[in-house]
């Protein structure tokens, strides 16, 4: 690293490069005791003081990820830390500035695994993926990044700079179609291009390959084909809610690269508490991963990522139409695409241009009624807890009397039936409940509405002043 400091002949105040990483020390010795031990490993532990001057101070991180998570999540505990030692009012940067240690971890990781995907191949298990089922339209490229998924982005990156380095696992999880699998490939792709030998798999095929490994007395075999491997990423973990037998299976598989220091990298669109057996076994070994979700999109990125694919098209989709469109679907990146294929089919097949009122017509059944995406939950929880004439917090809480419950399943349901928003969400709107609590009570609504009269009119009722007054 260079020496970047020297001395200010204007301000007075600079300090060297070895007084400001002092500095830095001191204050990651505060900041160890205040933050959790994950925490600290994981976005602290790497970084260094590299410059102080001008009350401000240049703190050095191993890439753009943790200087982000740094920067959003811990900027106030940092900054007093600062404070407290300078005894100054300090502004703190975060600059990347790889580590020499990172450096040559890396480096020599990947001479030593640069094996060539194809040597690694077990005749038994051919055909189960390998690095060659990377879909080559997912890459880093053309993923569009926004507010929603910009950290899962850039931890995504990370892993390809530095895998089995910094997080390990790594578990990106959504509702979805937003772009996990997307990210998975582009890691892929990436770590295909440092040479690195991976195993891309979906969870479904990965089971399907432990079950015929067990038929056949192989699990050895299905062992070692994927320890001998950089990486693996697993598409999908939620197939393996229920399936106890495989995930004690793929807790043997995990164990065993985690510990050889290989990347893994999960997806899922379930929280992982759902996998309650795998939870348990592999807990510890979370805590030195990470696990970043993606939101749906906000209009801004929803709006890019139409322009982006509707440039891939080649043909022209006017801004008003990409427009309505950014607006009317919200809750999904799948959903914007479909129409816009959609779109696009239906004007070469039609002979017709593309404009906005023909988009009308021919998006009515995705788009639906517009007030379907303008209705905000807080309006949804604020009409039923006046219904039933309980208070907004008892609904986000836990448990509570009898007819707290009924009116938070209630609210569940139409929050499913009146808004684009899925499960993690409605979940996550009622103060946190588990996708599967919301999954669950939707449809045990869903049921009795058709046997209980007196629950339907609750329903229906509700569904009218929700949509009437919003
Ligand atoms: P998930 O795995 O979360 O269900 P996918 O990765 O399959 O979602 O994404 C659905 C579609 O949306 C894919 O075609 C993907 O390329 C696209 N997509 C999602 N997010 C983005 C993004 N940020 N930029 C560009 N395309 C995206
Ligand atoms: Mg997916």
Known sequence: MQSIASYDVYSGVSMTTNQAKHVWETALGQL???????????????????????????????????????????????????????????????????????RSTRKSSVKERRVEPATVQNDSFRGFQHGFNLNSMYTFDNFIIGKSNELAHAAALATTDNPGV??????????????????????????????????YTTTEDFTNAYIKA???GQTEDFRSHYRNTDALLLDDIQFLIGKEQTQEGFFHTFNALHMANKQIVITSDRPLTELSLLERRVRSRLAGGLVVDIQPP????????????????????????????????RSNVRELEGALNRINAYSQTTRSPINL?????????????????????????????????????SLKGPRGTKVVALARQITMY?????????????????????????????????KQIHSDPQLRRHVVNLQKLVTETS
């Open 357 to 393: 009122s023909l988009v009308k017509q021919i998006t009515t059944d995705i788009i639906g009624s517009n007030r379907r995406h303008f209705l905000k939950p807080a309006k949804v929880i604020e009409e039923v807890a006046q219904y039933f004439d309980v208070s907004q917090s």
């Open 166 to 199: 910094l997080y390990n696992p790594l578990v990106i999880h959504s509702d979805v179609g937003l772009g996990k699998t997307h990210l998975l490939h582009a890691i892929g792709a990436q770590m295909r291009l440092s040479g690195l030998s991976l195993i």
């Open 414 to 446: 139409i929050l499913r039936e009146e808004t684009n928003l899925g499960p993690t969400n409605i979940g996550r709107a009622l103060g946190g409940k588990d996708h599967s609590t919301v999954v669950k009570n939707c449809a045990k609504i869903a």
């Open 32 to 102: 160890e005791v205040q933050v959790t031990r994950p925490s600290y490993e994981t976005w602290l532990k790497n970084t260094v003081g590299i410059e102080h001057s001008d009350g401000e101070f240049v703190v050095g991180t191993p890439n753009a990820f943790v200087a982000e998570m740094l920067e959003q999540r811990m900027y106030s505990l940092i900054s007093q830390a600062m404070e407290r030692i300078t005894s100054e009012p300090v502004d703190v940067r975060f600059q990347v500035t790889p580590t020499d240690d990172l």
């Open 298 to 329: 906000d209009i801004e990125t929803r709006l890019a990522i139409l322009d982006a694919k509707a440039q891939s098209f080649g043909q022209g989709f006017p801004s008003d139409v990409l427009q309505f469109l950014s607006e009317r679907i």
């Open 214 to 216: 067990i038929r056949h």
